[in-house]
Nanobody, 120 residues
Framework: VQLQASGGGLVQAGGSLRLSCAASGRTFSSYFMGWFRQAPGKEREFVTV????????AYADSVRGRFSISRDNAKDTVYLQMNSLKPEDTAVYYC??????????????WGQGTLVTVSS
């Protein structure tokens, strides 16, 4: 499956952004969809994952209550709504797809990443 992330940009602290990730090539609804991020000089880290139907999700402690993941299987797209952004949320955000649930970096498919910069 091919993944194309979009929606990144520059935002002030306290602001909001919504990232999108469009999938193509395979049955989108067959995959758990995750978002990861990598800040400069740091390792890539788990942000959130959503189930195949969208009925359940898991979040990293650092974003729980501020970020929300959703998906539209009719549009083959997963979204990441980011509210109350902080400078420490600055990173390249990646979407990823996997056949089984995991918070690890071992997803089978990855998008190209979209940069989110939060200014203080």
């Amino acid at each position: 499956v091919q993944l194309q992330a979009s929606g990144g940009g520059l935002v002030q602290a306290g602001g909001s952004l919504r990232l999108s990730c469009a999938a193509s090539g395979r049955t989108f609804s067959s995959y758990f969809m995750g978002w990861f991020r990598q800040a400069p000089g740091k390792e890539r880290e788990f942000v959130t994952v959503i189930s195949r139907t969208g009925g359940s999700a898991a979040y990293a402690d650092s974003v729980r209550g501020r970020f929300s993941i959703s998906r539209d299987n009719a549009k083959d797209t997963v979204y990441l709504q980011m509210n109350s952004l902080k400078p420490e949320d600055t990173a390249v955000y990646y979407c990823a797809a996997n056949a089984i649930f995991t918070r690890g970096n071992d997803y089978a498919y990855w998008g190209q990443g979209t940069l989110v910069t939060v200014s203080s």
